[in-house]
């Protein structure tokens, strides 16, 4: 109850700054339509707003939230901000801690009905190349079997400055279709799969692909 509390709060302020100081436009909301947890969500990762653009895009009474999203460790040496993302529903990534010790609060989140965010590319980037890919989503959905929603922000290349605050810089939040991992790959679902499975590395690029091919997207 905590989360869904604190992520609507989040949603009202969201809405309210963002739309002063930024032109937001949202695209694709009619993907959401029948969509529920539990599910992975797998945005680009551009700035470290991301998680309230995409908060403040959804509808008001979108089942989606609270989610749930998986945050790099070093935010959480600070303890303000650990405070504030615990809260808000978030959890550490466990880096250097191997593949499995990550996936393992996520694992049991889509497990109990939540919706799950994962930002593929493990760090934000400033620029459209989508070069990077850390293993994790790909290997969750493969073993569940939850619906995939790719999101792509685009806009503020460069990464977040002092001056878009000032300048009403544009955002794009752009939903894709949700999908079926283990469909779009011609695969069962295998909870025991391997994180070594050559197919959890197509699934990487698949995901990276319509992500990319998104933020590309003429609308």
């Known amino acids: 109850m905590i989360y869904f509390l604190a992520q609507k709060i989040a949603w009202i302020k969201g809405k309210i700054l963002f739309n002063f100081f930024f032109y937001v436009r949202v695209e694709g909301r009619e993907h959401l339509r029948g969509l529920k947890p539990p599910c992975l969500i797998t945005p680009n990762h551009r700035t470290y707003l991301d998680h309230f653009f995409i908060l403040s895009a959804l509808p008001w009474e979108s089942p989606l939230i609270p989610i749930r999203v998986m945050t790099l460790d070093a935010i959480y040496r600070h303890g303000i901000l650990k405070f504030f993302l615990n809260i808000l529903g978030a959890f550490r990534a466990h880096k250097g801690e191997g593949i499995e010790a990550s996936l393992v609060e996520p694992f049991t989140l889509l ?20 070069r990077e890919h850390r293993r994790g989503a790909e290997l969750l959905a493969l073993r569940t079997g939850v619906p995939m929603l790719t999101i792509a922000l685009v806009g503020l290349e460069g990464g977040m400055k002092w001056y878009h605050w000032l300048t ?14 283990t ?4 695969r069962e679902v295998n909870p025991n799969l391997s994180a070594d499975d050559p197919i959890v590395r197509e699934g990487a690029e698949l995901i990276m692909k319509k992500i990319k091919t998104l933020y590309h997207k003429k609308i």
């Open 111 to 130: 497990k109990e009905g939540h919706a799950v965010a994962i930002y593929p590319e493990g760090k934000r980037m400033h620029d459209a190349l989508f």
């Open 183 to 186: 469909e779009a790959m011609g």
């Open 168 to 181: 009403r810089a544009s955002i794009t939040v752009r939903f894709g279709k949700p999908f079926l991992l």
